[in-house]
Nanobody, 127 residues
Framework: QVQLVESGGGLVQAGGSLRLSCAAS????????LGWFRQAPGKEREFVAT????????YYADSVKGRFTISRDNAKNTMYLQMNSLKPEDTAVYYC????????????????????WGQGTQVTVSS
């Protein structure tokens, strides 16, 4: 059974940084496009960032562009989200996701494109 496990969430003050990790098991990691989504209380899940199989293509939501950086290490079956200059509105449960694709530079911005999801990690940014 495929597993995606997020870690690295926590409580941080506005302006601070966190680094989320997503460790994958039981899948051929390099064959999957990966993404981060988040869901705040009372809101729908929203796209944050995505990275292609090769890691050479990335795309960000406008709300995090310039502050967040997505990356992956295919040798370690792990994806990361470096979050800097955090704001209270970044408070949410963050989910990682994996979507199978044959395109090495393909990215996915919609949740329906993904096949597997993690259980989420809470990020809380205090003002």
């Amino acid at each position: 059974q495929v597993q995606l496990v997020e870690s690295g969430g926590g409580l941080v003050q506005a302006g601070g940084s966190l680094r989320l990790s997503c460790a994958a098991s039981r899948l051929t990691f390099s064959r999957y496009c990966l993404g981060w989504f988040r869901q705040a209380p009372g809101k729908e899940r929203e796209f944050v960032a995505t990275i292609s199989r090769s890691g050479n293509a990335v795309y960000y939501a406008d709300s995090v562009k310039g502050r967040f950086t997505i990356s992956r290490d295919n040798a370690k079956n792990t994806m990361y989200l470096q979050m800097n200059s955090l704001k209270p509105e970044d408070t949410a449960v963050y989910y990682c996701a994996a979507g199978a694709t044959v395109q090495t530079l393909g990215v996915m911005m919609t949740s329906g494109e993904y096949d597997y999801w993690g259980q989420g990690t809470q990020v809380t940014v205090s003002s």
